[in-house]
């Protein structure tokens, strides 16, 4: 069976294959809405595809389908409460939207812009009710601060089922499962990426940090799920059936709670149907190049 070390290794690789969806910030290119839409698309197709096929199936041949469905209704299930319970803000073509608690202004402090900013303060750094500095300052931190925390959220809830169902796996001994998971993870995670880049860099932000927020938005959550999947599971191989549920559950919710619908409703549902349909079938050829 394949050791710890290793498996936050290949965790950590297909996370940070995450950063290269954040290359076209590099050269500000424009991405059309169309495009934006297919990757969202290309994303949901794999995800769907890894679901079924590297969870769902293998966690049938080792356990009993009621293992495996429950498993699958506690993570989507799981996955649902926590948008409602976790405020976080999800990455949108050239916006965000609040949810769970976040609130307008958390999405307002995301793409600010002009001589007057939160609480007042002018380009110059004065105050227009010439309070002090120091609370300026203290003010600016918590306002960051807080929105790194809602973004977090997001990221964490998106990205840990992936890291999970890497982990789950490879502490089954399904090795060939498992490195399967781990390239269509790290394929999905380019367009992920993307998604996720495109709005941070309408922020203004410098290319270097949206590269190395990027990376580290899929690094973080998939490498610390990967080592609880794989801590509790190879406390007992029996829970893999119904761990393997939970992260396709937990999955399948990102999907048809966030992927879909982020990438229809613009006039490009065509795109993002092909693009999905497109993912779902290169799954399926990497998986059977993998399994030769």
């Known amino acids: 069976?394949?050791?710890?070390?290793?498996?936050?290794?290949?965790?950590?690789?297909?996370?940070?294959?995450t950063g290269l969806g954040a290359l076209p910030v590099f050269v500000r290119a424009r991405v059309s809405h169309r495009t934006y839409d297919a990757a969202l698309g290309l994303a949901a197709g794999l995800m769907v595809a890894a679901s079924v096929f590297?969870?769902?199936?293998p966690g049938?041949?080792?356990?009993?389908?009621?293992?495996?469905?429950?498993?699958?209704?506690?993570?989507g299930f799981g996955l649902l409460a926590g948008n409602r319970l976790i405020p976080h803000l999800h990455a949108r073509y050239r916006g965000w939207r609040a949810e769970g608690g976040a609130t307008r202004a958390d999405v307002?402090?995301?793409?600010?812009?002009?001589?007057?900013?939160?609480?007042?303060?002018?380009e110059d750094?004065?105050?227009?009710?010439?309070?002090?500095?120091?609370?300026?300052?203290?003010a600016a931190i918590d306002a960051t601060l807080r929105r790194a925390l809602l973004v977090g959220g997001a990221i964490t809830l998106?990205?840990?089922?992936?890291?999970?169902?890497?982990?789950?796996?490879?502490?089954?001994?399904?090795?060939?499962?498992a490195l399967v998971l781990a390239v269509v993870i790290g394929l999905q995670n380019v367009p992920d990426g993307f998604a996720f880049a495109i709005p941070m860099a309408e922020t203004?932000?410098?290319?270097?940090?949206?590269?190395?927020?990027?990376?580290?938005?899929?690094?973080?959550?998939?490498?610390?799920?990967?080592?609880?999947?794989?801590?509790?599971?190879?406390?007992?191989?029996?829970?893999?059936?119904?761990?393997?549920?939970?992260?396709a559950g937990a999955m399948l919710a990102v999907v048809f709670r966030e992927l879909?619908?982020?990438?229809?409703?613009?006039?490009?549902?065509?795109?993002?149907?092909?693009?999905?349909?497109?993912?779902?079938?290169l799954l399926v050829v990497v998986d059977a190049v993998v399994a030769v």
């Open 1 to 17: 069976m394949t050791d710890l070390p290793t498996v936050i290794g290949i965790a950590a690789v297909t996370g940070l294959v």
């Open 54 to 57: 590297g969870l769902i199936l």
């Open 158 to 177: 998106h990205n840990a089922p992936e890291g999970l169902a890497i982990g789950v796996a490879f502490a089954s001994g399904l090795e060939e499962v």
């Open 60 to 75: 049938t041949e080792e356990g009993s389908l009621a293992e495996v469905l429950a498993g699958l209704l506690v993570g």
């Open 108 to 122: 307002a402090g995301m793409t600010r812009s002009g001589a007057v900013g939160e609480g007042g303060s002018r």
């Open 204 to 247: 203004g932000m410098g290319n270097a940090k949206v590269l190395a927020y990027t990376a580290l938005s899929g690094t973080v959550p998939q490498v610390i799920a990967a080592t609880v999947g794989f801590s509790l599971v190879s406390l007992s191989t029996g829970l893999f059936p119904v761990a393997a549920g939970f992260a």
């Open 260 to 281: 879909i619908p982020s990438s229809h409703g613009h006039g490009h549902a065509d795109a993002a149907t092909a693009a999905f349909l497109g993912g779902f079938v």
């Open 125 to 138: 750094g004065s105050r227009e009710d010439g309070s002090r500095e120091d609370d300026d300052a203290t």
